[in-house]
Each structure stands twice: as C-alpha cells, then as structure tokens.
C-alpha cells in the first residue's frame, strides 16, 4: 500500500496562487497520479492527472489554463500548481494513485489509494 500525504493548502485571495504537494511513501513512485477536490455540500470531482514520466497529462475543464500538474519522480512528489485561484476553487483537495485502469481517469475508482485532503480557501 501506497502512503500519500498532500500539503500546501491555505487560505488565498482570488486571483492568488498556490502549490500543492504530494509524497508518496510504501513504494517505488512510478504511478499514474491524479488530484481530486470535495467542494462543501458536493461530490468529490476529477482536477488533473498525470502519467507515471510526467508526459502525458488531463485537466477538469474547470481548471484548463489555470492549473499545472507535475511531478518529481526523484522525491516521489506530485505537484499541483494553482494561479489566478477562483472562490469557486474552495475545496478539500485530494492526490490520489491510479490503481485500475478498467475506469477513466476522471473516475474515482480508478484510484486505489488516496491521501487525507488539504484545504484550500479562496476569498472574494
């Protein structure tokens, strides 16, 4: 089992910026990773993902343009960099590891093993 902790959530003003992180720990970091967010009141959602090189990467289309996921194989890292942050972004932010690939990524059974969540606050 795969041990992951996310990191670098906080509190932000619209248009502001933030990086999260992701460790993994258990395992060797060759994995399809993903992010996913829980709004308050909703479903948790698909954000992006990314192959285990870092070459192939998806977007919500509620985050294109915004959001940059990448990785650091070297520190069994998984980054989720945010600009230009929107009150709307306001969620519980989850990294998870991709575990079965019968299901879409956007999918949340596509992934078996997932992280406790960072918060992340976007102020008008």
């Known amino acids: 089992q795969v041990h992951l902790v996310e990191s670098g959530g906080g509190l932000v003003q619209a248009g502001g910026s933030l990086r999260l992180s992701c460790t993994a720990s258990g395992s060797t970091f060759s994995f399809y990773m993903g992010w996913f967010r829980r709004a308050p009141g909703k479903e948790r959602d698909f954000v992006a993902a990314?192959?285990?090189?870092?070459?192939?990467?998806n977007y919500a289309d509620s985050v294109k343009g915004r959001f940059t996921i990448s990785r650091d194989n070297a520190k069994n890292t998984v980054y989720l960099k945010m600009n230009n942050l929107k009150p709307e972004d306001t969620a519980v932010y989850y990294c998870a590891r991709r575990t079965n690939f019968s299901f879409n990524y956007q999918f949340e059974k596509s992934y078996g093993d997932w992280g406790q969540g960072t918060q992340v606050t976007v102020s008008s």
């Open positions: 990314i192959g285990s090189a870092g070459r192939l990467t």
